[in-house]
């Protein structure tokens, strides 16, 4: 099982990037999948995740700028960032949760089984 997350970037403050998690290894439209990130000198904390039936959910601090959605054909999950801050400068990660059809606690890390490599998204001010 991988996941190969990218579309990391530099991006001025106000702009958009569209972050890419290509699954392979599981039929990954069963599960559920989730975005974290880390910034320098943090925690990583919860972005958002999409469940196996489609609903979405997201951090407070991201909601309304940022969505994720998924192409079940491509078995490719999206994290699209929209009017960017400095404070979203972060490696980010996308998981995968651990069982199949579940649901509920998304923001927990330990639901998620697999992990993708992160990508580094820099906003520059």
């Known amino acids: 099982v991988q996941l190969q997350a990218s579309g990391g970037g530099l991006v001025q403050a106000g702009g958009s990037l569209r972050l890419s998690c290509a699954a392979s290894?599981?039929?990954?439209?069963?599960?559920?999948m989730g975005w974290f990130r880390q910034a320098p000198g943090k925690e990583r904390e919860f972005v958002g995740a999409i469940s196996w039936s489609g609903s979405t959910y997201y951090a407070d601090s991201v909601k309304g700028r940022f969505t994720i959605f998924r192409d079940r054909a491509k078995n490719t999950v999206y994290l699209q960032m929209n009017s960017l801050k400095s404070d979203d400068t972060a490696v980010y990660y996308c998981a995968s949760d651990r069982r199949p059809y579940d649901s509920g606690s998304y923001f927990d890390q330990s639901k998620y089984d697999y992990w993708g490599q992160g990508t580094l998204v820099t906003v520059s001010s």
């Open positions: 290894g599981r039929t990954f439209s069963n599960y559920g």
